[in-house]
């Protein structure tokens, strides 16, 4: 199937029955002259009256909220993570202005709300969730933002229409069976001097080997390999790249990832041993992100 085909194929997802009813509430939305705030909080403000009873329960529909948070109109979405911790540990370290920029595994899009203070050139989505792509419609039917979602994923990046200067790919790599060939896709999807920003769960330790969970990791089931951060470098050179930077570190806290009336079910503080926070419920060390830039090519040349 060309890229066509598998959009128009994906875009039956949205006739599912959990997702119709989702659509159908965005198109009834009303059209509200709305103002975008940048901030921590993704804010859409209007000076008109909104109704918020209408606004709220829209929201509620498409609940899990996982990422953000949101205002709208004066509705607090609190969601599980607070993606502006991650996000500004990172703001230090690119710079956006006139560049062709995708997020891949976008999820409803806060980070490229947020990157719209920099005036890329462009900016693209690629999330592969039909849920996600429709709380993205939800607010971008408010905010009106230029910003292309995709329903694609990262395998789809090899043979996109265009190659990008920068391709942000967080919290994806720990989800993939072959992640040695996902990093060949990113390294792909970029124009030759460009770069990946990247984040993965990681171990501690010198030695070039990644933990293999068995049925889970901190209660999701769909982690394949925990890397060092050496194995994980390795990874990246074998994949192309001819640099490999660490940008930050950090354990996820329960300040960052918790649960919220906008999730069902549970959140971070279910996934770890009760008696040891080292550990998750599993026993395998918990959470640690590593943050990385990779670069295509140095000087045009590998
Ligand atoms: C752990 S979340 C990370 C979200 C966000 N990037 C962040 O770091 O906060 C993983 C995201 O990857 C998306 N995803 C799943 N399969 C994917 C694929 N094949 N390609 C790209 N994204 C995918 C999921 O729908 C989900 O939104």
């Given at each position: ?135 993205f419609d939800f607010i971008n039917h408010f ?22 200067d920068l391709i942000f790919c967080l919290g ?124 295509k090519e140095r000087n045009g040349k590998k």
């Amino acid at each position: 199937m060309n890229l066509q085909e598998i959009r128009e194929e994906r875009q039956k997802w949205m006739t599912w029955k959990n997702i119709a009813p989702l659509r159908e509430a965005i198109e009834k939305l009303p059209n509200i002259d709305t103002k975008v705030e940048l901030g921590d909080v993704v804010a859409l403000a209007c000076k008109d009256e909104v109704d918020a009873d209408l606004i709220e329960n829209t929201a509620r529909m498409m609940m899990p909220w996982r990422k953000g948070p949101f205002n709208l109109f004066g509705l607090f979405i609190d969601t599980e993570w607070k993606s502006n911790i991650k996000y500004n540990l990172l703001r230090p370290h690119f710079n956006l202005k006139d560049k062709k920029v995708a997020d891949i595994g976008c999820n409803n899009g806060y980070y490229l709300f947020r990157m719209q203070e920099d005036a890329p050139k462009k900016l693209v989505g690629f999330d592969p969730s039909s849920l996600y792509k429709t709380q993205f419609d939800f607010i971008n039917h408010f905010a009106k933002t230029e910003i292309v979602y995709e329903l694609l994923g990262v395998e789809h990046l090899p043979f996109y229409e265009e190659k990008f200067d920068l391709i942000f790919c967080l919290g994806v790599l720990y989800h993939r069976s072959d992640p040695v060939s996902m990093l060949k896709e990113l390294y792909k999807g970029l124009e030759n001097k460009g770069e990946v920003i990247l984040d993965t769960f990681y171990i501690e330790g010198e030695e070039e080997i990644a933990l293999t969970p068995k049925e889970s990791y901190s209660k999701i089931p769909n982690i394949y390999f925990v890397p060092t951060i050496s194995a994980l470098k390795n990874w990246c050179m074998r994949a192309g790249f001819a640099s490999f930077e660490i940008l930050e570190t950090s354990l996820t806290s329960q300040d960052e990832q918790r649960k919220t009336e906008w999730i069902e079910g549970q959140s971070l503080e279910d996934f770890l041993d009760p008696d040891d926070s080292s550990k998750t419920i599993e026993g395998y060390p918990s959470p640690r992100r590593v943050y990385v830039k990779l670069i295509k090519e140095r000087n045009g040349k590998k």
